[in-house]
Each structure stands twice: as C-alpha cells, then as structure tokens.
C-alpha cells in the first residue's frame, strides 16, 4: 500500500502564509500528476493544485491562482504547497495524491493514492 504522508498544516490569521509538505514514496511507476486537494465536512473533495511529474507542467484552481504555489522536489521525493495570502475560505482539510489524469488533473477522481491529511485553518 503506498503511504503519502503530509505535514505542514496549522492555524494562521488571514493574509498569512504556510506551506505544506508531503513525502512520496519512490514508486516503481512514476505517477502521471500529484496534486493537492482539500475538502470541508459535508462537501466534496476539491482539486486546488496539481503538478505533471514528468515536465512539471502545473494547474491550479480558479480561487487559488495567484496565490498558491504547487512544486516538486524530486532529490527528496517531496511535494510542496506555498500557501499565501490565506482567506478564511481556505480552511480545509488538505490531501496530497498521487495518479491523475492529463486530461483532468484537478479530478480527484482520477487519483489512486492519498495521504491522510493535514489541517488548515485560517481565521478573519
């Protein structure tokens, strides 16, 4: 069973900043993206950012462009979210995955891999 495994997450007023961190685990077939995702109790899981592993070609959600910032690390096979200039309504529980689609990379659906999240929560 593949682990991935975030860290990262915390509480921080509005106009702050964190960056998330997951580790990924060396796969025997590189997965086409990796992507964050984030979710709130009673709504589905949303796509915020994605990252192709091969050319690291990236996508991002419409309410996080701009401030959002998805990377790789592939000495040590970590991935990365530079959060900036957090909004209230980006408190979440936040999810790293590894799979997706070239075609939607944002789905979620199309993940096979899940680490098992990592709080964020920011205040007004």
């Known amino acids: 069973q593949v682990q991935l495994v975030e860290s990262g997450g915390g509480s921080v007023q509005a106009g702050g900043s964190l960056r998330l961190s997951c580790v990924v685990p060396?796969?025997?077939?590189?997965?086409?993206?990796m992507g964050w995702f984030r979710q709130i109790p009673g709504a589905e899981r949303e796509g915020v950012a994605a990252?192709?592993?091969?050319?690291?070609?990236?996508s991002y959600a419409d309410s996080v462009k701009g401030r959002f910032t998805i990377s790789q690390d592939n000495a040590k096979n970590t991935l990365y979210l530079q959060m900036n200039s957090l909004k209230p309504e980006d408190t979440a529980m936040y999810y790293c995955?590894?799979?997706?689609?070239?075609?939607?990379?944002?789905?979620?659906?199309?993940?096979?891999?899940w680490g098992q999240g990592t709080q964020v929560t920011v205040s007004s």
């Open positions: 995955a590894a799979g997706g689609s070239s075609v939607t990379p944002l789905a979620a659906g199309k993940y096979n891999y």
């Open positions: 060396r796969y025997t077939d590189r997965p086409y993206c």
């Open positions: 990252i192709g592993t091969a050319l690291g070609t990236t």
